[in-house]
């Protein structure tokens, strides 16, 4: 039995398609009975219970599969292909993630007619901006991805979805923002480069998308939102991260938000806070340097749901700076007048455009101590700090490329491919802030990652492995078994993934190494993170310098074998200092 009538209302200025069919009389459904039907092109399951009669999408909105062949009990649907359980009233989700469509049923002389509206795309949006934000609460990955999926659909941007999900999690990061803010900026990167018209670029920016969504639910998921304290533009929020002073320094960050002040100068306090220490290895200004980026692509009303999380990663960071292995290394920085430097290489007349970095480089590699001296007296000399960090980056390349696999699979080395990438993630940072906030901060961030440079290379100096780098010709082998970074990483040839990355288009290349770093191919979102900061990071380098060395290094990354041994290695050193009271070595 089926007629109908189709109608377009409006409601708050907004079209609503409105379809209203006669599918079935009372005498046609038992109570406790479900049958699928069709009221325009949407498939209903019709139900009859004992509160009365019921239409909701018979889709599950899970995986599709139809509510009808499951069970119906007590008013409460349940699809049999995972569990999912909803009331047949109202639609509500009972067990599961998401609730399903509710229609209208109407009943005349006996004749049940169901109404289904399909709403606008404003109206779309705004019914699935609660569902993400509910699936982001709770880590449902399914869910978020569906949810981002028919919200593109819909005609949100990426920058509108994953400025949501930043709204959700960096008020509950617990010791402020973090690996998983830095994943979503270069997530949401990716996404807005990758989006195109077809199915597969589509995907792909999804993909890219979700990667960030999920890094932002998985660290915060069940935790309290941190308050912040009243904005308050008088206070001095340099001194009050020195000071350790956290609600100060929130309070004067948001204060200067409020107060209306210009966001470059937001910025560049916010790197001169960050700047006096060598944090977290390098990852206070990596986290700066993230945060500002989101805040340039997804709009400036973020800053007050992000900024006084960053502060409070910032302050509880350790500084390694004053800690005993870079006693010589600031000996030799406090020494270095960073301010008249820094003037003269800011106007230029200190730059040589014929210095070339690849002899700092190879005394980076080989050297014994940390070479901050000497990086000071080459960025006098006519490297400027943009040719101090191409030699940086040069450096961590190449430690990147000969880096000993056999390595990753000792329990006993406190050392491995992550130490590695924060050297080319920092370098990229601290390139960033000079660019843009060029001055004594900045230049002390750029000796700051000449030292973590340097650091990357422990491992070699334990091990009696330390050298000048490779040409690259001797990096390209034989014709590669697999034709993409992807299958590379896939099969876990870094050989291959080295030459392909040397050998091709530097704009494939890019594009297949960050498709790669998204794919799942790590155990652990810690993993995840960094795999994609180091893809991204290496493909900038590769852009500025027209060098396929970051991407090259950056491939054997990806696709070398890697054991994820944070509990192992955890547990070891556990072991050795409850028997032996001695700290872990570095």
């Known amino acids: 039995m089926s007629s109908g009538t189709d109608s377009t209302d409006t409601i708050n200025d907004t079209a609503i398609r409105s379809t209203t069919e006669t599918v079935a009389t009372l005498d046609d459904l038992n109570v406790g009975e479900m049958k699928m039907v069709k009221v325009g092109d949407t498939a ?16 599950c909105p899970h995986q599709g599969y139809g509510l009808v062949t499951g069970a119906l009990a007590d008013g409460v649907v349940t699809c049999q292909w995972h569990n ?38 404003e109206q779309q949006r705004e019914r699935l901006w609660p569902s993400l934000r509910r699936g982001l609460e709770n880590d449902y990955v ?32 617990d010791e402020g923002v973090g690996h998983e803010m830095a994943l979503a900026a270069d997530a949401l990167a990716i996404a807005e480069v990758r989006r195109g018209d077809d199915p597969a670029s589509q995907d792909a920016a999804l993909l890219a998308l979700v990667q960030g969504l999920s890094g932002l639910s998985e660290t915060t998921r069940g935790y309290p939102v941190n308050p912040v304290p009243a904005a308050d533009p008088s206070i001095d929020v340099v001194a009050a991260v020195e000071a350790e002073d956290l609600d100060a320094a929130r309070a004067g960050i948001l204060g200067r938000i409020d107060r209306g002040d210009d966001p470059t100068a937001i910025r560049s306090t916010v790197i001169d806070a960050v700047s006096p220490h060598h944090l977290g290895y390098g990852h206070g200004i990596i986290y700066t340097q993230k945060s500002f980026e989101l805040l340039d692509r997804a709009g400036w009303e973020l800053a007050p749901d992000l900024l006084p999380h960053l502060i409070t990663r910032i302050v509880y960071s350790t500084r390694e700076d004053t800690l005993p292995y870079m006693r010589k290394a600031m000996r030799e920085l406090t020494a ?22 690849s002899a700092f480089a190879d005394a980076l590699l080989q050297a014994a101590d940390a070479t901050i001296a000497a990086a000071a007296e080459a960025v006098r000399s006519g490297a400027g700090v943009d040719g101090l960090l191409d030699a940086v980056v040069m450096a961590v390349s190449e430690r990147l490329l000969r880096h000993d696999l056999d390595v990753e699979f000792d329990n006993a080395e406190p050392f491995g491919w ?11 940072a601290a390139r960033w802030a000079w660019h843009h906030h ?6 002390r961030l750029a000796l700051y990652a000449v030292w973590l440079a340097f650091d990357t290379g422990r491992s070699e100096r334990r091990h009696g492995r330390a050298g000048a780098r490779r040409p690259l010709d001797d990096r390209v082998g034989d014709s590669p078994a697999v034709d993409s970074i992807g299958d590379a990483v896939l099969w876990r040839r870094p050989d291959d993934a080295v030459t392909l ?81 001695r700290p872990p070595k570095r």
Not at 535 to 555: D, F, I, T
């Open 44 to 59: 209903v399951a019709l139900i009859r219970s004992e509160s009365g009669v019921h239409a909701i999408d018979n889709a």
């Open 418 to 428: 992550l130490d590695i990438t924060h050297g080319l993630t920092t370098a990229r």
């Open 84 to 121: 999912w359980k909803f009331d047949a009233a109202t639609g509500r989700c009972l067990i599961g993630e998401e609730d399903v469509p509710c229609h209208r049923v109407d009943i005349t002389d006996g004749e049940v007619a169901v109404t289904v509206e399909k709403p606008s795309a």
């Open 142 to 173: 399914g869910q978020m991805a569906r949810d981002a999926a028919r919200l593109l659909g819909a005609g949100a941007t990426p920058v509108q979805i994953m400025a949501e999900a930043l709204k959700v999690a960096a008020p509950k990061a």
């Open 438 to 443: 060029p001055g004594p901060s900045a230049l």
């Open 336 to 357: 270095v007048d960073l301010g008249p430097l820094a003037e003269t290489v800011a106007d230029g007349t200190a730059v040589d455009d014929t210095w070339d970095p």
């Open 501 to 581: 990355a040397l050998s091709g288009d530097a704009g494939v290349v890019a594009d297949q190494l960050l498709d790669a770093s998204l794919a799942d191919r790590a155990g652990s979102f810690i993993v995840v993170a960094h795999l994609v900061k180091t893809a991204q990071a290496a493909a900038e380098e590769s852009a500025r310098s027209g060098s396929p060395l970051p991407m090259a290094a950056a491939a054997r990354f990806l696709a070398a074998p890697r054991l994820e041994r944070f509990v192992a290695r955890s547990v070891a050193e556990s072991a050795d200092f409850v028997r032996t009271g």
